[in-house]
């Protein structure tokens, strides 16, 4: 399988986490592993993968996803923020998670993504996925 992690570099602890999950998949077996920090893949093409860790609070998960809104890749939240309504995973959980995954032991949900555009008169001040 190919991977992408995404990571929030506000979050001072993120890329450690993605580095560490990332070599636990490597002592599974996994070799085709990306780190990207959020910043990155919001200026670059976005990158093939089978499956996309986003490790941050909600709005690394949103961000994130919506670059794979015409895709079939799912995106795996991992909570690193202090809510996390949209995670999939604690950090603690995510070692013990890995195996299932790479066995296809998993549901996808399938989210629904809200667009809306600001204007103040005729001028557009925002957008959002």
Known sequence: M???FVYHSAILRARGIAEDVAEQLRRLGQ???????????EREET???DMVFAFGGD???IHTSAHFLDSPTPVLGVN????GFLSNLEVDEVEG???ALLEGDYE???RTFLEAE??????????SC
């Open 2 to 4: 190919k991977f992408l």
């Open 31 to 41: 070799q085709d592993i990306a780190i990207w920090e959020l910043d990155r893949l």
């Open 47 to 49: 990158p093939e993968a």
């Open 59 to 61: 709005g690394t998960i």
């Open 80 to 83: 690193l923020g202090t809510v």
């Open 97 to 99: 998670a890995l195996p």
């Open 108 to 110: 996808l949900d399938e």
């Open 118 to 127: 600001v204007y103040e008169g005729e001028r557009h001040v925002l957008s």
